[in-house]
Structure formats: C-alpha cells, structure tokens
C-alpha cells in the first residue's frame, strides 16, 4: 500500500481521521460509552445533523458502536470498538502537538495574512498611480 497512490484503499483512514467531530468524538468516547446529547454536549458547538452523520460514518468504519435499549424512553449508548480505541493513542500524541504548537501556528497566520493585506494594498496603490 501506498497513501500517495490516489487509489489507495488506507486514504479513507485519513479521510475519517481527517474529520474533526470524528477525532472529537473518539477523545469523547474514551472513558466509556455515552449517550447522544451527552456526547453532544462534550463535543459542543456540533449540530445533531452533523453528530449523526458522524456517528453513522464511525459505526460504518468500525470505530464505534451503538446499543439501543429497549425501555421507555428509548436509551441508545455509542462506545468505542477495540478498533476505535487504538486511535486514542495517535490522537493523544496529534492533540499535545496542537496543544504546544497552535500559537506559533496563529503567528504565522497573522504575518501570512498581513503580508498579503499589504501586498494588496501595494497593488491597488500602483494601479492608482498608473492611472
């Protein structure tokens, strides 16, 4: 296998990794299984469209399950899978990085954004003279 082959099978792991609820949801998960709006509450600011979807895609791959009971009112429980829990791992190691590294990050997104304002700026200076 080769990830930089377009048609490489192992794209679809980054793709779902790739996913941001995706790696909110399996850091949620990792104490133990919970149910839909508690989930929804420790990821925050995510839709409950968009949980779903999440969701759906994460039992699909493997990385999660869902148990439904049957009482009333109906109570279903999402928990990781032995799969979904060798990613908290990774994720452990990628999240310290973002941790340690998101305000040098943030610097060089000001200076890039500031250089191309005044780079724009220049431009339609120029174009004013030119006229």
Not at 16 to 38: H, Y
Not at 67 to 91: K, S
Request: glycine share 6%; hydrophobic share 45%; proline share 5%.
């Amino acid at each position: 296998m080769n990830i930089l082959d377009p048609n490489c099978p192992s794209r679809v792991v980054f793709q779902r990794v790739g996913d941001k609820w995706a790696t909110l949801v399996i850091q949620v998960l990792e104490d133990g299984p919970l149910r839909f709006s508690d989930l929804r509450g420790k990821v925050a600011v995510v839709t409950p469209k968009v949980l779903t979807h999440t969701l759906r895609a994460l039992e699909r791959d493997g990385l999660l399950t869902r148990t439904v009971y049957a009482q009333v009112p109906p109570r279903v429980d999402y928990e990781l899978t032995a799969l979904g829990r060798t990613l908290l791992e990774p994720l452990k190691i990628l999240r310290r990085w973002a941790e340690s590294n998101v305000d040098q990050m943030q610097l060089a997104r000001e200076a890039f954004d500031e250089a191309q304002d005044e780079a724009v700026l220049a431009g339609s200076a120029s174009v004013g003279l030119a006229r």
